[in-house]
């Protein structure tokens, strides 16, 4: 009876498949620089985030603000981290990043909009 199993296939397949596969998957867990790297993107829409936040903190504790002061501040903060939400993480520095983000966010019970749920989960969908 003849044992065929992967290793006999490789083996008798010569060296050029053993070194190509070797080298295909030499680190598959390590991601490429590349890809680990916070894209510029991201990082300017987590930073209008931060700042609009900011800005909304200021305008609550401002006691000449009015109404509407504090609507514009709450809405342009809304926008920002919709923005984030939407984002669509392909890299992995990207997806660890905006994830680490929004953890924070929602730790503090901010995450809480039906629409920024929506945009998250649609930010998910591969568009290719």
Same mark, same amino acid.
């Given at each position: 009876?003849?044992? !065929?199993?992967?290793?006999?296939? %490789? %083996?008798?397949? /010569?060296?050029?498949?053993?070194?190509?596969?070797?080298?295909?998957?030499?680190?598959? +867990?390590?991601?490429?620089?590349?890809?680990?790297?916070?894209?510029?993107?991201?990082?300017?829409? !987590?930073?209008?985030?931060?700042? +609009?936040?900011?800005?909304? /903190?200021?305008?609550?504790?401002?006691?000449?603000?009015?109404?509407?002061?504090?609507?514009?501040?709450?809405?342009?903060?809304?926008?920002? %981290?919709?923005?984030?939400?939407?984002?669509?993480?392909?890299?992995? /520095?990207?997806?660890?990043?905006?994830?680490?983000?929004? %953890?924070?966010?929602?730790?503090? /019970?901010?995450?809480?909009?039906?629409?920024?749920?929506?945009?998250?989960?649609?930010?998910?969908?591969?568009?290719?």
């Amino acid at each position: 009876m003849s044992r !065929i199993n992967r290793r006999a296939l %490789l %083996l008798s397949s /010569g060296g050029a498949v053993i070194a190509s596969m070797g080298a295909a998957t030499a680190h598959p +867990t390590e991601p490429r620089r590349r890809d680990r790297v916070l894209s510029r993107d991201l990082r300017a829409l !987590i930073n209008v985030h931060k700042a +609009t936040y900011a800005a909304f /903190g200021k305008a609550i504790q401002e006691r000449d603000a009015g109404n509407r002061e504090h609507d514009r501040a709450s809405r342009a903060e809304e926008r920002a %981290l919709l923005a984030v939400c939407a984002y669509p993480a392909v890299r992995e /520095g990207d997806r660890r990043a905006k994830a680490r983000y929004l %953890l924070r966010i929602e730790a503090r /019970g901010e995450l809480d909009l039906a629409e920024q749920m929506q945009a998250l989960l649609r930010s998910t969908m591969w568009k290719g």
